[in-house]
């Protein structure tokens, strides 16, 4: 079950998005990424290395075995999921493949807390997969590779990762807004590119960022000290304060209503900043309370048992050294 604590541990991305990023990769290598400067070297793997590390989920486990909250309470709300139903049979078909994923996802956590076998082989019978957007695909990539100690793959994943999560532009050429749904003042950091569509497509791109930093953080790079970093925070800190009810400005989507359903998306990168790093990130603070008190289960696609995770868990800072990392050039995409 040593292989399988890492394969397990890569499933919120792990899916037949793995073919999609592939042919992603493969057809962007044609292409000289001009827009990002970024260096990623990695020796030998660390497992389980995909957004979860073995001391984060011996941090849980001791938590849950002290029945300290909030890991307790998330504890049970996961293993009372209906998808962890150990009766419950794979049924890969469109939306029902991301439910799969994500059984397959928490039935690994129960393994690595409890230890029950029956889980372990639970996730292997669950193991399919969902295709979505292009930072999901990188970070399923990201973390394929890791499953599978590829060097090459994982660098080449991680370069693209980070050309694409560059800073927001400072001003609106010809050609931008439409991308930027009419948006044109980017004044304020913190807006991305889905922000004025809505919020749940924007927590898609943070969720990822999240998910992608946490794993390159297990393998020795701190990407929540770049400029990747940087954006991450100011657009958690951003989503937040609106999600939360603040009155929406007139240079924000002007003449049109926010869409404020930002999903439980936060705990990851809240962790990271303000727990680990000591920032003030109040609005995150607040929505991520909000989020446990409300046992607010993630988004149904690859976001899954966070607060469980990596609410206050100091594990995959400690013992990381912090590598050397240039800064990303600026694009567009998020």
């Known amino acids: 079950m040593v292989q399988l604590s890492s394969f397990l541990l890569a499933l919120p991305a792990l899916s037949s998005v793995a073919s999609a990023s592939h042919q992603f990769l ?69 939306i029902n493949e991301r439910e799969d994923a994500i059984a397959a996802y928490g039935h690994a956590l129960a393994y690595g807390i409890t230890g029950d076998e029956k889980h372990a082989k639970k996730a292997e019978l669950e193991m399919i997969g969902l295709e979505t957007g292009i930072l999901v695909m990188l970070e399923s990539a990201i973390g394929i590779s890791v499953l599978l100690d590829d060097k ?48 749940v497509h924007t927590g898609y791109g943070l969720a990822s960022i999240s998910h992608v930093a946490e794993t390159a953080l297990i393998q020795g790079e701190n990407l929540y000290e770049t400029e990747i970093g940087d954006r991450l925070r100011a657009g958690l800190e951003f989503h937040s304060e609106y999600q939360l009810g603040a009155d929406q400005p007139s240079f924000l989507c002007p003449g049109n209503e926010l869409v404020r359903n930002l999903e439980a998306v936060t705990e990851p990168g809240f962790n990271a900043f303000s727990t680990q790093m000591g920032h003030s990130m109040p609005n995150t603070k607040k929505l991520t309370e909000k989020f446990r008190k409300e046992n607010a289960f993630g988004n149904q696609l690859f976001v899954a048992f966070e607060t469980l995770t990596h609410a206050g868990n100091p594990a995959a800072f400690s013992g990381n050294s912090t590598l050397s990392v240039d800064e990303p050039s600026c694009q567009l995409d998020f």
């Not at 532009?169 to 050609?175: F, I, Q, S």
């Open 26 to 94: 493969r057809s962007s290598d044609s292409k000289a990424d001009d827009n990002s400067t970024s260096t990623t070297s990695v020796s030998n793997f660390n497992h389980p290395g995909v957004f979860v590390s073995q001391s984060q989920l011996d941090f849980v486990k001791e938590k849950v075995n002290a029945k300290e909250q909030p890991w307790a309470k998330a504890f049970d709300n996961m293993m009372s999921n209906n998808l962890l139903d150990l009766s419950r049979d794979p049924s890969p078909r469109f």
């Open 152 to 199: 090459e793959t994982y660098e080449s994943a991680m370069e693209k990762f980070k050309g694409r999560v560059a800073r927001k532009p400072r001003n609106a050429p010809p050609g931008i807004v439409g991308f930027w749904h009419d948006q044109s003042d980017f004044k304020v950091d913190g807006i991305a590119q889905e922000t004025c569509r809505d919020f």
